[in-house]
C-alpha cells in the first residue's frame, strides 16, 4: 500500500492512550486495515497477549525485545 509501512510495532502503554486505541483508529483507514501489527509490552499483565490479540495485533512481545526477537517477529509477519 502506498504511503504506509509494511508493519507496525507498536507499545502497548502510550502517554495519551493505548496502542489498542491507535491501532482501532489505524484500522478506520483503508490503506492500514491489511498491515501486520505486533505489540509490545513492558507490564507483567498476563492479559496483555489476549488484549492485544483482541485489538488486532498479530503478536505481543515482552520488553525487553532484542534485536534477534525483533527481527525474527518482523520477518514472520511479512
Known sequence: VAGAPDILVCDLGLPDGS????????????????????????????????????????RCMRKPVSLWELDRAILELT
Open 19 to 58: 496502542g489498542s486505541e491507535l491501532l482501532e483508529q489505524l484500522r478506520q483507514r483503508p490503506e492500514w486495515r491489511s498491515i501486520p501489527a505486533t505489540a509490545l509490552s513492558n507490564h507483567d499483565d498476563p492479559e496483555d497477549p489476549w488484549t492485544a490479540e483482541r485489538s488486532g495485533f498479530l
